[in-house]
């Protein structure tokens, strides 16, 4: 063998046995019976999108999260069982986030999993925590097609899905028969096709026209030829399913063209969204579906009040506070640790929330959040950051289907 | 279409065509010029508009903090890009070696963007206009915002400035002359390596500009990178590399026809970018034409294409 | 023109530019038994890194074509081996190889245009193919799933979750066959054709060599490579998503062929192991991953673009003269 070769296998060699003496050191713990020993930590696997498109409420997320596993630990733990939370970083992209659940699963023993922000990731863990692996996954996305596959999934929503969401929207605008002509602003993402389909679904046998249908690009810069095309076709109403960062980008370029006052505008609008707006759309008919502390008068939305007042009210550590109470509240109810007991403890049960004491579907584990609708008010009026006011919540029980 | 529709829609493409050509014509002079392709362009219009958002909030949203975020973030923009060149692009003229360079900026690029996570975290920033830019005008039946029609406004301004400053001063001579013969120019006693410090850093404050305009019409998030990107390099390839007036042509055709698209199908006007450059690039091949150079700029180096020396 | 092997100098050179991917085969082979899941996954990704690296330096590095599009590829390779797998009940070997032969006919449609470009705007359309295909994948939900990802029907045996080695080593298998015949391949009079293009086309020209030909070919073959690659990951991640398309996979491609060595056989198998070490322990400390991949770009190109490779062999330094990446003209 040649000198320079020799060399270069013999480095190589030498790292091999490097490497390879650090990781035998570093040997998985093992999964061990579905119930956990006592005293055992019950570990919970977070996924936070810290960075990828909606990297933006990542931080709220997981302060919501710890705040829930902090409470519960000062309350003595669940079953006796202290918990711990492991936050990782999904990217919001599914290759990344099935990475991360799988070695959370795999390698950290762990049998809950909570979080993401993005529904194609939220789609591809359920696919991999069901089976074989059964672990519990509370997590709230959008997509209905996450929890579509019956009562035998380990996955629980805590938000109203697209469909949810597209009947209520469509339940509003038929309350208005005087508006004739409606025209649709979707979110080109598949968030916005699914609310758009659900709401075109809804909207049938309503006498109204939806005149036009409009996909804004993800993240795009300029909409101002949307617009313009929307305005120039005179709808009677609005309605518009583009979120967060796009949401602020509409805004800004509506308000100037007469999106909000020429047509009757109707659409989603977080609280997250639009308190960060220097000027929020004063007057606009909005409505948000996340557990802003604001609009809650519960004992779960003064918890939520610990943390900072926007953090409190983005709505995102809402959310992350009620997945982690919904596992929890799942243990106690099953009196076990077992993610199976703990799943057929859920399914059908009433849990309390941010939003109150709440009933999960037992066909789809789809918790019955309420959406909150109202008339959005600047920074002032008994708050200070913009809000709905005044305030009407909804009952979605009447759109489920099961 | 109505004439308001026309009228509406024309203007929105003029506001699309003017951002785009921002970035494009930095990217244009510096490739120019230095003859580097500018990675870090994407990161350099973010970085734009994360530091108005900056401005803003000491400043306050008044036709005073705008005055300064349009002056001072391109300046200070400018003045990075200057210290870059020096430290890490200088080095690599005498073997010019443009991968080397290529590779250089999207390592910049990468540093801009993981220092700007690092500085202003994930969560979207916000800022507003001064009261006087919100609203709209009507023209014709047509409401035009009025922040569209200053930043067409100023594009107009840039862009005549950009026209003057190469044609019309003593360092628009000199930088057209280091495109031809940068070796005959050092010889004849001008500070080559100043020269290029200059271009690069106007190039990467033409960028930064681009980022301050775009700043108060959305969310400025860490998206902007990639939104600005890639239809500033279809701008620059479809107007033929280095050419200042193909890239501002470029512009207006997929800005206006982005516009108009709009009105058929959103998918539609997404693909734009890609219809008008396979259009462009097509009809060039077809003419046998690689570009036509305007302005004096052109690709200084490079194997002759194909079709011109074989074949 | 000399033959390749044989001759002792020439079989020294052949072992020193192979030994280290060797090597590095061979570790991986024993990974599983010394190693946790967590790395045995670490590893997987490694792999698949590895083959797109491989992928660019077949350009790059041996041709002197500077694809900033690679991602295009991949995610073809991803998408139609999840495709083929669901739609036409394909075994995943047999859709692998479906998806290998419509990433190479892409890459024969596109190249016919874009080997003709100058090389800059070469960077820049590759670069846009990949943005094309990414808003491709994400507005066709009926056949790719849209913004929700494609799920992989993946039969049990090769299902991660139950049997992450086995899925490992059918990987690493279809890996080392494909670095096995890229080795082949560079060593052979074609490879030597194409080094010739990169040092002086317009000699290669007058010699009679077809240089867009020649390039054509490369571009394809290299198209096929990470072709494999997006189809091998579609076993360890389950699911294909729009994102297989984004530039970060061609900007990781380039970043672990810097540091692996450009040009060099091993290079880009060394580079994708040492840039997944490097992320996976500064991913414990910081998410900000940009700022850190940015950091050891920047030190390569400045300190050591020869790469890791050249430091392995001796007598030759992390620096010395600086390594030009572009061709004489």
């Known amino acids: 063998m040649g000198r320079s070769a020799g060399a270069s296998v013999t480095a190589i060699a030498l790292a091999a046995i490097v490497l390879a003496s650090t990781l035998a050191g570093c040997g998985s713990s093992g999964s061990g019976s579905a119930q956990l020993a006592p005293g055992a930590t019950v570990k919970i696997g977070y996924l936070a999108s810290l960075t990828g498109f909606c990297s933006t409420f990542s931080q709220e997320y997981v302060k919501g999260a710890e705040l829930a596993v902090r409470r519960a630990n000062e309350q003595g733990g669940v079953l006796g069982h202290k918990l711990q939370l492991i936050v990782r970083d999904d990217k919001a992209t599914p290759t990344v986030g099935v990475a991360q659940a799988r070695d959370l699963v795999l390698s950290g023993g762990v049998k809950y999993l909570a979080g993401t922000c993005s529904s194609a990731v939220g789609k591809s863990v359920e696919q991999l925590v069901a089976n074989p692996s059964h672990v519990i996954y509370a997590l709230g996305v959008s997509d209905p097609t996450v929890f579509s596959a019956g009562p035998e999934i380990y996955a629980f929503n805590t938000i109203p899905t697209a469909q949810i969401e597209g009947r209520n929207a469509a339940a509003y605008i038929r309350a208005h028969p005087q508006w004739k002509r409606i025209a649709v602003m979707s979110e080109d993402y598949s968030y916005g096709y699914q609310v758009t389909a659900a709401f075109r679904q809804a909207m049938r046998g309503s006498g109204q026209t939806i005149i036009s249908q409009d996909y804004l690009p993800s993240g795009g810069t300029d909409y101002t030829p949307y617009i313009d095309k929307v305005l120039a076709e005179r709808p009677d109403a609005v309605y518009s399913t583009v979120i967060t960062e796009d949401t602020v980008t509409l805004v800004k370029q509506g308000l100037p063209l007469g999106l909000f006052s020429k047509t009757n505008f109707f659409g989603i609008m977080d609280y997250g969204t639009i308190d960060a707006m220097p000027q929020p759309p004063v007057g606009v008919q909005g409505y948000t579906f996340y557990p802003s502390s604001s609009i809650y008068h519960t004992p779960f939305a003064r918890e939520l009040e610990a943390l900072s007042p926007a953090v409190a009210n983005g709505g995102a550590a809402g959310d992350a506070f009620n997945q982690i109470q919904l596992i929890v509240q799942g243990i106690e109810k099953a009196r076990s640790t077992d993610p199976t007991k703990v799943r057929d403890a859920l399914a059908g049960a009433t849990v309390q929330t941010v939003q109150g004491n709440v009933e999960i579907h037992r066909c789809n584990h789809e918790v019955a959040m309420p959406i909150a609708m109202g008339t959005i008010v600047g920074p002032g009026h008994a708050l200070a950051f913009a809000h709905f006011n005044p305030l009407r919540l909804v009952d979605t029980n009447k759109y489920f289907e099961c | ?311 | ?329």
């Open chain 3, 1 to 329: 023109m000399a033959r390749m092997v044989g001759t002792g100098p020439a079989r020294r050179a052949m072992l020193a530019d192979g030994g280290p991917a060797l090597a590095l085969l061979a570790l991986a082979a024993l990974l599983p038994t010394v190693a946790s899941s967590e790395y045995v996954l670490l590893a997987a990704s490694m792999i698949v890194t590895a083959l797109t690296a491989v992928s660019f330096n077949l350009l790059f590095g041996y041709t002197g074509m500077f694809s900033f599009g690679q991602a295009a590829f991949y995610g073809l390779g991803a998408y139609a081996t999840a495709l083929l797998m669901g739609e036409a009940s394909l075994s995943f070997y047999l859709a692998l190889g479906g998806a290998v032969l419509v990433a190479v006919v892409v890459a024969g449609a596109s190249g016919a245009v874009l080997v003709r470009m100058e090389p800059v705007a070469f960077v820049m359309l590759t670069f846009a193919l990949s943005a094309l295909l990414e808003f491709g994948a994400e507005h066709t939900p009926r056949l790719a799933g849209g913004d929700s990802g494609l799920i992989a029907s993946l039969p049990e045996g090769l299902n991660v979750v139950l049997d992450v080695n086995g899925v490992y080593y059918a990987m690493l298998g279809v890996a080392s066959a494909v670095l096995a015949g890229v080795f082949v391949f560079v060593r052979s009079r074609a490879g030597l054709i194409l080094r010739g293009i990169r040092e002086d086309a317009l000699r290669a020209r007058t010699l009679g060599v077809e240089v867009e030909r020649r390039k054509l070919g490369v571009f394809a073959l290299a198209a096929g490579v990470a072709a494999v690659g997006g189809g091998l990951s579609v076993l360890s991640s389950q699911i294909v998503y729009p994102d297989v398309f984004d530039w970060k996979i061609s900007a990781n491609a380039l970043i672990v062929t810097l540091l692996g060595g450009v040009g060099t056989f091993s290079g880009p198998v060394v580079g994708a192991v040492a840039l997944g070490l490097i992320d996976f322990y500064v991913g414990r400390l910081t998410t900000d991953t940009l700022l850190v991949e940015g950091l050891v770009l920047l030190a390569v190109i400045l300190l050591a673009p020869r790469g890791i490779v050249a430091w392995l062999r001796p007598g030759r330094g992390w620096g010395g003269v600086p390594r030009r990446f572009t061709s004489v003209k």
């Open chain 2, 1 to 311: 279409m109505s004439l308001a529709t026309f009228i509406g829609q024309l203007f929105a493409g003029l506001g699309l065509a003017f951002v785009l050509f921002f970035t494009a014509a930095g990217l244009n002079l510096v490739w120019g010029v230095l003859g580097v392709m500018n990675f870090a362009a994407g990161s350099v219009y973010m970085l734009g508009a994360y530091l108005t958002t900056s401005v803003i909030a000491r400043l306050g949203a008044s036709a005073l903090g705008w005055t300064v975020a349009l002056i001072a973030v391109p300046v200070a923009v400018a003045a990075l890009g200057a210290v870059a060149e020096v430290a890490l692009l200088r080095r690599t003229y005498r073997v010019q070696d443009e991968n080397r360079q290529f590779m250089l900026t999207l390592a910049l690029s990468y540093l801009i963007a993981g220092a700007i996570v690092l500085v202003f975290g994930t969560h979207f920033r916000t800022v507003s206009l001064p009261g006087a830019l919100n609203g709209g005008w009507n023209l014709l039946g047509a409401t035009l915002s009025r922040y569209t029609v200053v930043t067409i406004v100023l594009g107009l301004l840039v862009t005549v400035g950009i026209w003057l400053g190469l044609y019309r001063t003593r360092a628009g001579l000199l930088t057209r002359a280091a495109v031809d013969d940068r070796e005959m120019l050092a010889v004849l006693g001008v500070n080559v390596d100043r020269l290029y410090s200059a271009v690069f850093a106007v190039g990467i404050g033409l960028g930064a500009l681009g980022g301050v305009l775009i700043a108060p019409q959305g969310a400025v998030s860490t998206n902007l990178e990639t939104t600005a990107l890639v239809p500033a390099f279809i701008v620059v390839v479809t107007g033929g590399l280095g050419n200042m007036t193909g890239a501002l042509l470029a512009a207006l055709a997929i800005g206006i026809l982005q516009s108009f698209a709009a009105l058929h199908d959103a998918t539609l006007a997404q693909l734009t970018p890609y219809v008008v450059m396979s259009v462009v690039l097509g009809a060039r091949a077809l003419a046998g034409r690689r570009g036509w150079s305007l302005t004096g700029l052109r690709s200084p180096r490079g194997e002759p294409a194909a079709g011109s020396t074989a074949g």
